[in-house]
């Protein structure tokens, strides 16, 4: 049975008949009214916030076929399902249908039998597929996952970018953009690449209130896990992992522990992947231990927990992956294993990209990842001001609200390091600023005569992760913002003027240690403490590099070096160019090594 929808149908009468709802939840009726009236529209709601009915319902009461752009085949197939089960003549194009399946579609679509066709942005702009589009009636266009369009959205997809010809191929044919996760930037991004210059914007809030935030150290991970299983042996859950190798020993561990769990990655047959789905669904499977590529358009209200056993790349990611618990609005939880070796592989694998403005953004967004892992305030907070929505007070359900951590005034350096900000003329990202407040000698600082400044050197006492915790912590405060547009430069906000004069204190949080390993120190090289081990496995790794290279392993660095390495165990870039002996040209050679095996050596 289809459904019998026509124009002078009220759409409240619709979304009761047709899809079983007594009401439209908040900005929902606005946008049907406009794209039913032929204006486009961008929609930003968070997961399960009923975005599809947004288009789907305009489908319904417009002349022609609506045509949705989905990214995912799998996103397609259970929208399709769920708008058949109600009676609507939907179907979706894509490269899992066999040749007598595509032409039946095409043959729907030409016949006018068809609602909404959902359809991948690759087959949707063929030569072939748009002439046939251009002689039916459209009835509109829904972009799906339109951050996918955008350069600075967590999942930018190259074939989304030419979506944009469709308001120039059909300029009279309404066309409404959707996400759940885009901040500033990708907002308007996604606005001028679409062309949707007077569209309706809609942005219906980031929070979602039932959802308990919980960050914790990363030691001995996989017990952590299973303790956190231990009492929720009926509830349904995600556990998302970075890497193929890493969903599979996992999976396999908790398996022979009793749980009923399975892996999921894009590695695996498209038919075990389809299994391990519908068996999650179905509550026939507890625990889907996964990559990213599960969980897009799955519809499973009952999700109770997600766990990120490693640090996800951004923020958007950890937002729309959390965002998969609790869909039915009651009690869930988001527990995040926070490693400080995630940090140097997740760099890695960005810096493996060929584009290096994309790895730049990509670099900003990881760097904001730790920065709301590290930060000591209100996780909801600080989550909700990553896309500029401010929550009035602290949320008391997160860790940081349930376990308070120790607090101190920080009002003194906060104005130290915010008219450090002004004084570098508002141009400068964090590192720069923390190197003028610290009375750095580095010759970029040199060259642009900062050494002069008044606010160069009043933070030397301070060490480089306490200013670096510090102006995050003001970040998340709204006392300054980084335009990512702009390298990520720190800017004051209006917020800051109060501040600055002395009108307000700021009570923050101290920083949070970064976790070492318990061992005592066995060795001293000029005095300094470093672990023997460490510097053993690091002198290995010099030989190697030595031989390969045809050099005495003292030019590759020396043991000073080493120790220095093995004491202070830099993880990242920026930390490995403090040690002595490390400069620019040497770091380009052997860094990625070297910081590979001490990351190895935490991560053990």
Partial sequence: MTTSITVET???????????????????????????????????????????????????????????????????????????????RAACYNSSLAAAEARQVLAQLHAGQLDLLYVAPERLLSDDFLARLSGLQVALFAIDEAHCVSQWGHDFRPEYVQLGRLRELFPQVPLVALTAT???????????????????????????????????????????????LDGRKQESGIVYCLSRKRVEEVAAKLQQDGISAA???????????????????????????????????????????????????????YYQETGRAGRDGLPAEALLLFGYGDIAISRGLIEKGGNPEQNRIEI??????????????????ALLGYFAETLQEDCGNCDICLNPPERYDATEDARKALSCVYRVGQRFGIGHVIEVLRGSKAQRV???????????????????????????????????????????????????????????????????????RKKKPERKIAGLEYDQELFNLLRVLRKQIADRDGVPPYVVFGDASLAEMAASLPTDDEALLQINGVGQTKLQRYGAEFIAEIVGFLCR
């Fill in 10 to 88: 009220d759409p409240l009468t619709t979304l009761q008949q047709v899809f079983g709802y007594q009401s439209f939840r908040p900005f929902q009726q606005e946008v049907v009214a406009d794209l039913i009236a032929g204006n486009d529209a961008f929609v930003l709601m968070p997961t399960g916030g009923g975005k599809s009915l947004c288009f789907q319902i305009p489908a319904l009461h417009r002349t022609g076929v609506a045509i949705v752009v989905s990214p995912l085949i799998s996103l397609m197939k259970d929208q399709v399902d769920a708008l058949r089960v109600n009676g609507v």
């Fill in 182 to 228: 885009a901040e500033k930037q990708t907002r308007l991004d996604i606005l001028q690449r679409l062309q949707l210059h007077s569209a309706r914007q809609v942005v219906a809030g980031f929070d979602r209130p039932n959802i308990r935030y919980t960050v914790i150290d990363k030691a001995k991970p996989y017990l952590q896990l299973s303790a956190f």
């Fill in 263 to 317: 892996a999921y990655h894009a590695g695996l047959p498209a038919e075990q992947r389809r299994q391990v789905q519908d068996d999650f669904l179905r509550d026939d499977l507890q625990v889907v231990i996964a990559t990213v590529a599960f969980g897009m358009g799955i519809d499973k209200p009952n999700v109770r927990f997600v766990v990120h056993y490693d640090l996800p790349k951004n923020i958007e990611s």
């Fill in 364 to 381: 900003h967004k990881l760097n904001a990842m730790v920065a709301f892992a590290e930060s000591g305030t209100c996780r909801r907070r």
């Fill in 446 to 516: 040199l060259d642009l005569r900062h050494e002069q400044l008044t606010t160069y050197g009043i933070g030397r006492e301070q060490s480089q992760d306490y200013w670096s915790h510090l102006l995050r912590q003001l970040i998340h405060h709204g006392y300054l913002e980084q335009d990512i547009a702009n390298y990520s430069v720190l800017k004051l906000t209006e917020a800051a003027r109060p501040l600055l004069r002395g009108e307000t204190e700021l009570i923050i949080t101290k920083p949070r240690v970064k976790p070492g």
